[in-house]
Structure formats: structure tokens, C-alpha cells
């Protein structure tokens, strides 16, 4: 008896994982052609401008008529960066191509499978399409919403509190707990956060782990640093500005010395929408940074940002490390919703994963 196709949608997803680091914007999509119910070839797609999975599992061995294909995502119709992928697979006359999800494009969704039907090969699709869904949760909702997948990361006491009254906050988790993030900053293209906490802090917000440790063959890829500084009350001599990596300061402020103080440091300022509360419009910002292809943003912010992004329903997931201590009830909160007044009103999340690192706990939430 053959093996179903879940087991090799399951290789085919192990190929995409290997591109989770390197391939943003473009999505991480992986390819299994299987024939006589054997793994005959294999391919990934591994950054923006390359090869697509399934024509590097075309190239990687010799494919016989009539084999098995499957890819992750819908395979592409049109001419990008490369050639169509449905044509090469067409060439290789499989009896059938399974796919895990459609393209979320909606200008292109399903016109790669249709031009296969029409040369008489079977498709199916929908195998593992929510494994397929999570690997790509951004550029799935860049594409259907214009707007980044947002994952808010926070460090609590176990009292909830996320930095003492008077702003200090280093550190409330573990040194193992601080290394996990980094895999989170890993695979977003852009970390968020606020001027204050950036005065507060002084952080540095770069990715330091090196390729073996994310185990890519690619160089690491630099998340750009996206502050919000309505005021632009940072002078250029935060320790970001001596770390190499893109920074995008989103302003409400039109002093062109505040500007150009930033701007000689390096930094890219952009001027924000103003919302009508008279802060930066954080929908408006989200957007503007999925029309710069920014598919996943790291949120690294204290309770105020945090609480407005939960708020305004812009943020997808927590990432929650919760330190075994106490900070007390003088100290900040970790999302600041202003006074709820009726249960009702309570935000909720569903836990996806609870893990100890170190000596923390860290919890998955995706927010409802
Ligand atoms: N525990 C953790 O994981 C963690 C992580 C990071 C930071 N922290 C701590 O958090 C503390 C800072 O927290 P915080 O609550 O004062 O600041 P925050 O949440 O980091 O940022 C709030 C600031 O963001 C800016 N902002 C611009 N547009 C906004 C909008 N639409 N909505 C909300 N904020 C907007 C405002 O500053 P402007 O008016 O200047 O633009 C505002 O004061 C620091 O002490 C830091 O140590 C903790």
C-alpha cells in the first residue's frame, strides 16, 4: 500500500522550512516529487529572485512521466523574478500535483491549478494546508489583508508586570529565555518599538545568531528596526544607531533638525498618519510597511504600544515569558487596555504552545 499523501506533503513542508529564514518577502515553499511511492527529488525555494521549489526539485534528478508532485503552495502562473513554475511542471507530465494551500494572491489564486487541470493532470489541494498556512502567516496576510502578521513579544514577572515604575526592565527572564527571542527577531523582517522604550532601554534590536545556528546556508538577514517616535525625541546617540541594520523612525513631527539629527545617523524617518487620538495611526503604519514588503513584524515594546497594537485588534500573537519573581503592584503592567469596566470587555487569546525555557515559561497565544 503507497503512503498517503500527508507523509509527503510532510517532506515537501520539512523543504519549505529550510527557506524559513531567507526567503521574505517571497514565501517558504517546499517540493517532493515522489514516484512508485519513492522519494525521487526534492527542492526549496531559498530567497527572493531564486529558483522556485519546484523547479529546483525538477533540475535536482531525473523526473519520469507520471509522477507525484508536491508543493506547499499554489504552484506560480505568471512571470516574476522567474518563469512561470506551472509550465516546467506540465513539461514533466506528472499524473498528479498536490498542493497544500492556494496562492492567497488574490489576482492569481488558483489560475496555476486550473492551467494544470486543463492538460488533464489531477490536482489536489488543501493536504496539510494549515501546516502550510502557519509557515507563511505573513505573507498569507500581507496578501488577503495589506497588512504584516503582528507577534508581540513580552517578558512578565509572574505578577504580570513587564518594568518597575521607573522604567527598568533589565532583565526580567533568563539568559535562555533572552536567546529564544532571538529566533523570534529571526524570522520577522522588522522588530517594533517605541521611542521611549528605546530611551528607557537602550537596546540594540539586532539578530545575533549566526547561519549554524539558524542552520541556513544563507547569511543572516538583518530585520530592519522600525521605532515610533511621534516627537523624534531621540538624538542619534541610542546604541541602535551604532549597530549596522536598516532603521525606519515613524514621526509625527516635522522639525526638519529632528529629521536631519536622525537621518545623518543612518535612519530612514518617516512621517506617520496621525489618528484621531493624536498619535501615530498604527493601522496606517502597518500598512505602509506591508506595501514595503515587510510580511512579519516582531514586536519588542512595553506595555503601551503593546496594549494599543492588542486594542485596535492589529496584533495576530503573544509571545509571552512569564520570569518565576515578583515585581509588585507598583510596577508596570504588561498591556496597557486603559480600565475595563465589564468582563465583557476582556480581551482573549488561545493558547497555541506552553514550553519551559530555561528557568521561564514561554507562552504561544494567538489573539481572537
Ligand atoms: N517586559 C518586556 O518585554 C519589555 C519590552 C520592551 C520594553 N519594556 C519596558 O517598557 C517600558 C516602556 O513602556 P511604555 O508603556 O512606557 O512605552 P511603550 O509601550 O514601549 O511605547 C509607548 C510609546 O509609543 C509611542 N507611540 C506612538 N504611537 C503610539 C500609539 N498609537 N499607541 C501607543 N504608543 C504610541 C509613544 O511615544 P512617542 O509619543 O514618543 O511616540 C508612546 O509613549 C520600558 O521601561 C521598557 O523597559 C518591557
Redesign the pocket.
Known sequence: MSRPHHYWMAEALRQARKGLYSTPPNPSVGCAIVFDDALISCGWHGYSGGLHAEVNALLAAEIPAGADIYVTLEPCSHHGKTPPCVEALIDAKPARVIVAMQDPNPQVGGQGLALLQAQGIEVIVGVLEDAARELNRGFIKRMEQGLPFVSI????SLDGR??LKN???QW?TSAAARRDVQFLRARAAAIL?????VL??DPSLNLRLSKQDLKQIFEVRQPVRVV????L?LSGSEKLFTIPGDIWIYTLSEDPDRHERLATRGATVIQATE?AAG??D?TALLQDLAQREINDVHS???????G?LIDQQLADQVVLYLAPHLLGSAA?GVF?LGELTAMEQRKTCSMRDVRQIGEDLRLTLSVD
Open positions: 513579544k513580552m517578558a512578565s513587564s518594568a522604567g527598568s526592565s526580567i518599538t517605541s521611542a521611549q522604550t528607557d532601554d515610533l517616535d511621534s516627537r525625541r489618528d498619535r501615530i498604527l519588542e515594546c512595553g506595555q503601551r504600544l503593546a494599543a508596570r496597557d
